[in-house]
């Protein structure tokens, strides 16, 4: 996996926190949380009270984890801001879902696209009741990819949205099981098991 610049990170985070809330049934605990960024190869530079702070060689990543909720912000290691992104996974209890979206501090340079929309879990059974395109990041002689399983593919077709952007909300182009975005840069694969 690339860690290239937040939304490199931030995209994989959240699709873990929901596979996590599927097979757990409740938000990760901080421990959960500090084994993951250590296995996506984050070093963990601070922990104090509430707080935990991860640093890679172009990233950091505050983590904020809390009982009803779990904020992790991710920015660029210069300290840039405008494409610093924020994982914000809660338990929304009047609508009785777990709620993970991914969100920009610059909603004039991502349009709210990131995922295309935010995963939302059913508290009692469990299952998906959206489509998130999220994954994690690979980069080969073509450039780089946010690679995604066959299962969030065949969701995201019936959502008839295949040709938006996961990453920007620009347009992709489709070529076999691979998509390139003009706007933004990344392409999008599909990987079947």
């Known amino acids: 996996m690339k860690l290239y610049e937040p939304i ?11 596979d996590f809330i599927r097979e757990n049934g409740r938000l990760p605990e901080g ?36 009982n009803e909720n779990l904020v992790i912000d991710v920015i660029s290691s ?45 508290e009692e059974s469990l299952e998906l009741e959206s489509s998130p395109v999220l994954g994690h990041f690979e980069e080969d002689e073509e450039g780089m990819f946010l690679v995604i399983d ?19 909300g620009g347009e992709l182009a489709w070529r076999k099981e691979k998509a390139y975005c003009a706007d933004c840069g990344y392409g999008v694969k599909v990987v079947r098991k």
């Open 78 to 122: 210069s300290g840039e801001l405008s494409d610093a992104l924020e994982v914000i996974a809660y338990h929304d209890k009047k609508i009785e879902t777990f709620v993970v979206e991914i969100l920009p501090t610059n909603d004039l340079e991502y349009e709210g696209n990131i995922g295309i929309e935010p995963t939302i879990i059913d």
């Open 8 to 18: 490199t990170l931030a995209m994989p985070l959240a699709k873990w926190i929901g």
């Open 31 to 66: 421990k959960n949380v500090r084994e993951t960024m250590r296995s996506f190869g984050l070093e963990e530079i601070c922990l104090d009270r509430g707080l935990a702070v991860y640093r890679g060689r172009f990233l950091i990543a505050l983590v904020f984890p809390r």
């Open 150 to 168: 066959g299962e969030t593919y065949e969701r995201w077709k019936e959502e008839d949205d295949i040709h938006t952007c996961p990453i920007c």
